[in-house]
């Protein structure tokens, strides 16, 4: 008797981070504003340490990247029942 394959588990993580909901228009184009600044962007794609030398307490990655476009985000939209986190810029 064949018994037929069965389907891996859904992904449990990828059903935790849609809770959020809908990005609403006003925090994509809080988003764009954010990214319209060169040095925002190059923080957000990984370009701002490309042929620098790194120096103590120097912020440049992705992740504080990410924290400055959530605080700029609640700060533009300034709806504190979807306030934003770093996560939720990660998405």
């Given at each position: ?10 992904n ?17 184009l ?62």
């Amino acid at each position: 008797m064949r018994t037929q394959p069965t389907m891996p588990p859904t992904n449990q993580g990828a059903m935790d981070k849609a809770k959020r909901g809908v990005t609403t228009r006003a925090e994509r184009l809080a988003m764009l504003e954010f990214l319209r600044v060169p040095e925002h962007f190059a923080l957000m794609t990984g370009q701002a340490t490309r042929g620098k030398v790194m120096k103590g307490g120097q912020r440049l990655t992705k992740a504080h990247g990410h924290s400055l476009m959530a605080q700029y985000v609640n700060k533009i939209v300034g709806d504190g029942s979807r306030a934003w986190s770093a996560q939720d810029a990660k998405l």
